[in-house]
């Protein structure tokens, strides 16, 4: 049985970086968005950090307008944000974990020790027709959680393998994508839905594009790294095929 299509979700929240850095209303992540899709992307990723950092609540409020894709909702597993996603009714929302003195997103949600309070956001964000996802370490323990928390969608944390490819060390790498790949496989043994995220470019989504319980891949600051030097539709266009050659090789 061939694998399905591998999609991309593309994260539009450092265009928001770029229109906060100085105030005012460009460039807009909205037409981010839309630039995204007509490249092909297959959704738009945004998250709306508890301190507002990057996107805004009337980005989402004007996403949920504007786009013709799916709309993944990153958010903590915060009451002020299940509230804000409940009204919203984003396609799927990915809980996260969130500290305030961090540059992005570090490692995956503690869906062990944080275990019940996931479960209730979890449980709501459902109840109200959202698909919701967990962004957690690829472990055996973090899916078994995942699985007990009830959510049929997992994103696996891709941070440490990227950051040792990039460091160039292929020992730790290898280990790193050998977590990945058996999270991957334990994710569809348990029936759950697996994508993967953060800190992939081209040559690391290439190779991750090769498992093919992977459904889904989110990236965005690489590619508005490169939209800067080869603009949005040529980066998405790259990685789109970067991708598809990664699948064609299973």
Do not use: Y
Not at 24 to 42: C, K, N, Q, T
Not at 86 to 91: L, Q, R, V, Y
Not at 183 to 205: M, Y
């Amino acid at each position: 049985m061939p694998a399905p299509r591998l999609r991309l979700g593309v994260n539009i929240d450092h265009i928001a970086t770029v229109r906060n850095a100085r105030g005012g209303e460009l460039p807009d992540p909205v037409r981010g968005a839309l630039i995204a899709i007509a490249a092909g992307a297959d959704g738009i990723t945004a998250h709306l950090r508890e301190d507002r950092r990057h996107i805004r609540n009337e980005d989402i409020a004007r996403l949920m307008l504007a786009i013709s894709k799916p709309l993944n909702f990153e958010m903590a597993a915060t009451e002020e944000m299940v509230g804000i996603a409940i009204a919203t009714k984003p396609h799927g929302a990915c809980l996260v974990p969130e500290k305030r003195s961090e540059r992005t997103t570090e490692g995956g949600l503690d869906v062990i020790g944080g275990h019940d309070h996931v479960k209730g956001a979890t449980a709501a964000l459902k109840a109200a027709g959202i698909r919701v996802s967990l962004f957690i370490e690829p472990s055996r323990e973090a899916l078994q959680a995942a699985r007990s928390i009830g959510a049929p969608v997992v994103e696996l944390h891709t941070g440490a393998w990227c950051e040792a490819v990039m460091q160039g060390e292929t020992d730790k790498a290898e280990h790193e994508f050998e977590r990945i790949r058996l999270a991957a496989a334990q994710a569809e043994s348990l029936g759950i839905e697996c994508h993967a995220g953060h800190g992939l470019d081209f040559a690391t989504a290439r190779r991750i594009a090769g498992l093919p319980q992977i459904v889904e891949l989110n990236i965005g600051h690489f590619l508005m790294g490169e939209a800067l030097f080869v603009g949005l539709p040529a980066a998405i266009a790259t990685m789109r095929a970067a991708m598809d050659e990664g699948r064609a090789g299973i």
